[in-house]
């Protein structure tokens, strides 16, 4: 309603200053380019129902003033042309011509995420093809192991040490084959993805269980953002795998450094891989759960996976040969907030 109550005002005025032009002064000729822009303005920005009614409303006068007195009439009805109507057209198709680019836009970004969908789905059925795959498989495959863990865990003829460590063994593969079905799960469902990840202390005990040599610094029990300490226990079991496959025997330091804005994780070893066989676990010490850990840690993808979770915290992350050492070293922020989740 305002937006017409302004057009109607702009109307009068260019009507008005078409009155009586025999004697033009220059003020009233500069009025007409003042009252132009406005007019233009307000058909860009102002619109208001029924508007070329109203239009043609505000051109009544001019029309009648022509069919009563054709000199006075005509120059009023060409100043409210000149000086409104055409403005106020060329504002509205500037308006219409936007709008039309914004539904474009917006229709783009419809299809694009309609495309998106269907690759989504796409991809969930193949993740669904694949987890169907992988427990058909590898869970016969652990089955299997199991079982032959537990035939050798009864033969006569084993020692009680070689006995234990078929029991853990066998232990161990019950326990994949638990993981391996809860992810088979996560994956058929297509959930987020939260594969169970053990507190850093549990990682690195099973670590000397298996017979490795780890020693800690910097462990002070404080606890972290969940996301953040998640991260953190995968760096260490990851990184405790390629120790144990790689330089075997090889004593592993790790070290944590919490500021008030970021934890500091930093995981060393020897690269020599001729140091020498890890020992066999104790008996009772405990299972080895580095067996859990992804295989594709030894070519570089472990550690390309390690990367992109730290890059998710907007973190820092380094890993590469430093003389006869291979260092691992990521900063984290400690983003409360975006931790929790």
Known sequence: MRNGAALVLLAGATQINGLFLDDLPL???????VLAVPAYLHGRRLPFPHEWTVLAVLAAPGVVLTLVD????????????LACALPWSAGRFRRQQAELLTASAERVTSLEQEQRLITERAELRERTRIAADIHDSLGH???LIALRAGALELAGDLSERNRQAAAELRASAAT???????????????????????HVTTVVDNARSAGMTVT?????GDPMPPLVERTVSYIVRESLTNAARHAPGAEVVIRVRRTPTLVEVTIDNQRSASIGAMPSPAPGTGHNHLSDSPPDAATGVGLAGLRDRVHLLDGTFHADAENDRFVVRAQIPLDRNRGSR
């Open 27 to 33: 003020w009233r000729q500069v009025l007409y380019l």
């Open 70 to 81: 054709f000199s006075v009439g005509s120059g009023v009805l060409a100043s409210f042309v």
């Open 141 to 143: 495959d652990l089955a």
């Open 176 to 198: 994949a084959t638990d993981r391996l079905r809860n992810t088979i799960g996560v994956l058929r469902r297509a959930g987020p993805t939260d594969p169970h990840i053990e």
């Open 216 to 220: 800690t610094q910097g462990f002070d």
